[in-house]
């Protein structure tokens, strides 16, 4: 199984984005699914995660109120970040990673799945 995340780009400061992370096929079997970020010269962070059901969303605190993670088990176990009133600090690749641990956290060592990244800049 291999992860694909896509829907990032170029866009303005206050603009939105919304980033798909799709499996090349159906799973039954991950527990839940993350979006992480890593901009250039930094570690890879923590943005949102979210469980199988739903029904568990955890966020990092910059994008809280911002950034709303969702998914949709009948479009091939579909992952989706939405990303609105960007700014420049959003700007990074964001990677899409899936985890089969009952408990799991914020730290990249808990997902063992990844997608290949989708870049997005946030620039005037």
């Known amino acids: 199984v291999q992860l694909q995340a896509s829907g990032g780009g170029l866009v303005q400061p206050g603009g939105s984005l919304r980033l798909s992370c799709q499996p090349s096929?159906?799973?039954?079997?991950?527990?839940?699914t993350a979006w992480f970020r890593q901009a250039p010269g930094k570690e890879r962070e923590f943005v949102a995660s979210i469980n199988w059901r739903g029904s568990s969303k955890n966020y990092k605190n910059s994008v809280k109120g911002r950034f709303i993670i969702s998914r949709d088990n009948a479009v091939k176990n579909t992952v989706y970040l939405r990303m609105d009133n960007l700014k420049p600090e959003d700007t990074a690749v964001y990677f899409c990673a899936t985890t089969q641990r009952q408990r799991y956290g914020d730290s990249p060592p808990d997902f063992s799945l990844w997608g290949q990244g989708t870049q997005v800049t946030v620039s005037s």
């Open positions: 096929e159906r799973t039954f079997d991950w527990v839940a």
